[in-house]
């Protein structure tokens, strides 16, 4: 079993160490939250400052033009592109996720009008099963939604398929799908791909180009850190660009916006999808922290993850046999950047690790989940993190009345 001097051994010769000098935290604080909220980034801070003092207060309504607000979905997209393996004009950054997969689902099934149903995960996120049958009760044709147990996706792959939607890494147990594979699947199958990469971007390797992914959408609040409730991303393969159409047209994705024509005319390219006037200052934001992601490779970034996330498989298996039930596959090919033990206790224990200044998160019904982001994450922070929950279980912590009741945000 490593110890605690190995793993500081460790971060001295992890050529990502200093990037944690990029973020904005207390140096005695083990943040495994990137999964779910990404930490402030010092250029986000100073970034907003600048737009805020510079492009708002003294540039007003000139910096739509002097400081290049109109382009910046655009212009931000291209730079999110290469983290998921997309080329320049594919990636519009907007909205939020949930929107986005909105626009995606009604525009992708208008595309497939000759087919009647849509393929998903009955695991995933809530938001994404909500949309999805709220658009295909919208979609001006009876369409069918099958919320499926994703290992038997193969079978029910029939021709009457217009559209499979999955996220690529499952939210509670940290599951990657594959992502080639899978959209192979379903393109022999005649069906589009459309994916969710909320859990992906910035925390995995993702090829859209060499994977022929149709449509696919993300956040950047979590491992993109672009700060809480920041707009999300929308991918569209440059084949569909010009066919797929927005179901939510706005003046903004119009040909012509300034000139107040009475008909809608799509912009061309990815801009058709933008709707409404881009949110100025969370843009700002994302892309400071996309700064943090400047000259490293999503390889480096994924060997790391993966280093952190064996280390604290080793570590809670080693000194707390049978007290936890691994969740997230241990094959590196099936595993994203975060790791689930299931627990009866699991909320009690979040609760009591977060007062010792270990922060992960909860989900319901019973898993503690840790995320491992080697931009800011220590070696030795998994180290640390592991005696704090070797004793909280040990001292009983998590069994505090004050854990009885949860908080909103788990
Ligand atoms: C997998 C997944 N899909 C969708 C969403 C919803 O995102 P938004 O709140 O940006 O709509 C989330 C949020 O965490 C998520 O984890």
Redesign the pocket.
Known sequence: MPTRAECLALDQVDPLASRRNNFVLAPELIYLDGN?LGPLTRSTRERLVATVENEWATGLIRSWNSAGWMAAPTRIGDRLAPLIGAQPGEVVVAD??????AKLILGALDLRRDRSVVLTDVA??H??LYVVEAMARRAGRPITVRAIDRETLDDELGDDVALVML?H???RTGEMLDLAGVTARVHDAGALMLW?F??STGAVPLDVTGADVDFAAG?S??YLNGGP?AP?FLYVRSRWQGVIENPLPGWLGHARPFDFELDYEPAPGVQAFVTSSPSVIALAALDGALDAFEGVTMDELRAKSLALSDLFIELVEERLPGVFELVTPREHARRGSQVALRHDGAYGIIQALIARGVIGDFRAPDVCRFGFTPLYVRFVDVYDAVEHLVDVVQRAEHLDPAYATRLAVT
């Open positions: 779910s939020t996720l949930t929107v986005l997969l995933n996120f938001s994404d996220t890494v499952d939210f969710d909320a859990h956040c609040y979590k409730g999300g």
